[in-house]
């Protein structure tokens, strides 16, 4: 997403996961020594489904780092259910 990216800032940007139990995740960081705050995107995924059925998609967590004081945890979206036809 462009979130972190606002203002021409570069970024990095690692992802790793585990197929075999459907687990993915994202980091990124700033290079620069300062925040971002606002609305924006920060991450898109896209899906392939490999079967038909029920699936469900939930962030299990998110660890914000602050540059100067504790970092506020982020309440988390429910989880979005799917059907695969």
Excluded: C, H, Y
Excluded at 5 to 14: E, I
Excluded at 21 to 40: C, D, I, P, V, Y
Aim: positive net charge; aromatic residues 8%.
């Amino acid at each position: 997403g462009d979130f972190f990216k606002r203002d021409g800032v570069k970024t990095s940007f690692s992802t790793g996961g585990d197929g075999a139990e459907g687990k993915f995740s994202a980091g990124t960081l700033r290079n620069q020594a300062t925040g971002a705050s606002g609305q924006g995107t920060l991450l898109t995924m896209r899906f392939r489904a490999l079967a038909a059925g029920a699936g469900q998609v939930r962030i299990s967590g998110a660890q914000p780092i602050a540059l100067d004081a504790p970092a506020v945890q982020p309440s988390l979206p429910a989880p979005w259910t799917l059907q695969v036809r």
